[in-house]
């Protein structure tokens, strides 16, 4: 073979041996440029599910709604459910059933039936009336619980009787009610409304009875008169203790009805710890049925509790 054909097949091997470099040269750079594209995409997508995790932290921290499609696609758990006042709710084996009397004050005979119950009610009592401070002592000494069932304007125009707090009072006259009206029941370490549907829904009004309340370290139970109310919210900025009604049990006088109002706070109190009922010294049959329904509270592991007992509760859970 001649020297120049030699030549001219060395030259292309060493051609195609560079080609094929190239190409290997090329497709190593295209991996590269790859794996270097999938990891920015990645850092930039853990970068946004970090910034959207902490938003939704933040959410959730400070008791914002988080957007349903957000939840889902960070697979967030929801937030725990909480009680009144932002208390989180942590049911017990036992749970507790809160029965407050309202509208003691009117009569003393009225609320003997009441007094006279070895197990715990707590009774609310009207201030200024006839009987209002008698009630109150005479609860003290038999170890009954006591609130002031404190008059508040309702959205009807009733009267809600002496010492009423109205919406477009001066803070200065609301306080002073209070002061009166704390006065006139003496022991009471909380209050519920009475009527109020108006003034429980009036978020002026309601400031400036939970600031006062903070300040006499004293509790609130919503009645709940109306769904309007926004006595929580004013609650929670003041910190004060807050609880409201579950059932009103003799809205009516029928004893099957009074029974049946029991029982559905006993069912509600299984569920969630605990429940809040009102009944009226205009009811004593109320006592009567609470008798009979003693082995109903023993099988559900229900009992007659405080408010105070609720406040304690959560304070050991906070």
Do not use: W
């Not at 939840?71 to 017990?92: D, I, L, M, V, Y």
């Not at 003496?186 to 519920?192: F, K, S, V």
Request: net charge positive.
């Amino acid at each position: 073979m001649s020297k120049k054909k030699r030549t001219s097949r060395q030259t292309v091997r060493l051609r195609n041996t560079l080609i094929l470099l190239i190409l290997i040269l090329g497709c190593l750079i295209l991996v590269l440029l790859i794996v270097s594209q999938g990891k920015r995409s990645a850092s930039a997508l853990h970068t946004a599910s970090g910034e959207t995790g902490a938003k939704l932290n933040s959410n959730l921290k400070y008791g914002k709604q988080v957007p349903e499609e957000t939840e889902k696609k960070f697979n967030t758990a929801p937030a725990e459910s909480s009680s009144p006042a932002g208390r989180k709710e942590h049911p017990k084996p036992g749970a507790k059933l809160v029965l407050i009397i309202d509208d003691a004050g009117y009569s003393m005979k009225q609320a003997e039936p009441f007094l006279k119950y070895p197990g715990k009610l707590t009774l609310s009592i009207l201030p200024e009336l006839p009987f209002s401070r008698e009630i109150a002592e005479e609860a003290k000494k038999v170890g009954r619980d006591i609130i002031l069932h404190c008059p508040m304007e309702p959205v009807h125009e009733e009267n809600p009787g002496p010492n009423a707090i109205y919406t477009g009072q001066s803070r200065e006259m609301i306080r002073k009610l209070l002061d009166d009206n704390f006065n006139s029941v003496p022991g009471a370490e909380g209050t519920n409304n009475h009527m109020g549907s108006r003034a429980t829904s009036d978020i002026k009004t309601m400031d400036i009875v939970m600031q006062y309340l903070s300040e006499k370290k004293k509790f609130f139970i919503d009645s709940k008169t109306t769904v309007r109310s926004v006595a929580e919210k004013a609650a929670l900025k003041y910190k004060v203790p807050y609880f409201s009604r579950d059932v009103f049990i003799d809205n009516s006088p029928e004893d099957e009805k009074i029974r049946d109002g029991i029982l559905k706070g006993i069912a509600i109190a299984e569920r969630k710890g605990y429940a809040i009922l009102i009944g009226h010294v205009k009811s004593p049959q109320i006592i009567e049925i609470l008798n009979s329904l003693s082995g109903v509270f023993k099988e559900k592991r229900t009992r007659l509790a405080t408010v105070d007992e609720l406040i304690s509760a959560f304070k050991g859970k906070e």
